[in-house]
């Protein structure tokens, strides 16, 4: 185990919806990655957070977005949801932005 | 941006033969390159990585080889177990920049599903 926990495990919401997702980095790991995995496809980069700031962005429209808090753990948010959004949500923290990325169980969200 | 093509998609060996996945990147600034486990109902996990500083790193049974000049890299599975059944991810970090600071965004390949026969 990575010690990188992610709740909930999964949830099911409906189109047009909000979701906030959590995220809990390892002991020393001041830094949050998000990713989004379909399903049968690798991780697609959502956006890194370090220090409380958004530090990189992948290729996600403005409707998803991010916290990170005083002690590392992050928040993500999705508004307005679509069915395309269903997927895996997987956090990975690092003791720095290149450093090695260390993944959580994820949580599998599902659009009605 | 970087593009990572893996090879193959599926994967089925007996027990105690090597298994080998291979994996192609697009951009030459990359410079690390991770490979994940994912195991049914649970988030990837690393199990062994290079930096392009050097060409080749074992763990027991586990190598990854790369070739920067082809841009390509391999993982090897020796004596394979049925343990090792999962999905394998290959990545690459290209070192991004945004507001002058890097970011280490991993590029990941579609994905292998190693299925290990007793």
């Known amino acids: 185990e990575t010690g990188v926990t992610q709740s909930p495990t999964h949830l099911i919401k409906t189109r047009g919806q909000q979701v906030t997702l959590r995220c809990s980095s390892q002991s020393g790991h001041n830094t949050v990655s998000w990713y989004q995995q379909a399903l049968g496809q690798g991780p697609q980069f959502i956006f890194q957070?370090?220090?409380?700031?958004?530090?990189g962005r992948g290729n996600f429209p403005p409707r998803f977005s991010g916290l990170q808090f005083p002690n590392y753990s992050s928040e993500l948010n999705v508004n307005a949801l679509e069915l395309d959004d269903s997927a895996l949500y997987l956090c990975a923290s690092s003791s720095g932005l290149v450093e090695t990325q260390y993944f959580g169980p994820g949580t599998r969200l599902l659009v009605l | 941006g970087e593009n990572v093509e893996q090879h193959p998609s599926t994967l089925s060996v007996q027990e105690g033969d090597s298994a080998v996945i291979k994996c192609t990147y697009s951009d030459s600034a990359s410079n690390y390159f991770p490979w994940y486990k994912q195991e049914l109902g649970k988030g990837p996990q690393l199990i062994i990585d290079?930096?392009?500083?050097?060409g080749e790193k074992k763990d027991q049974r586990i190598a990854v080889t790369l070739n920067k000049t082809a841009k390509h890299f391999s993982l090897h599975i020796t004596e394979t177990q049925p343990e090792d059944s999962a999905v394998y991810f290959c990545a690459a970090r290209e070192i991004a920049l945004a507001g002058g600071t890097s970011y280490g965004k991993l590029t990941f390949g579609q994905g292998t599903i190693l299925t290990v026969h007793p």
């Open positions: 290079i930096r392009s500083n050097v």
């Open positions: 957070y370090y220090r409380e700031e958004e530090n």
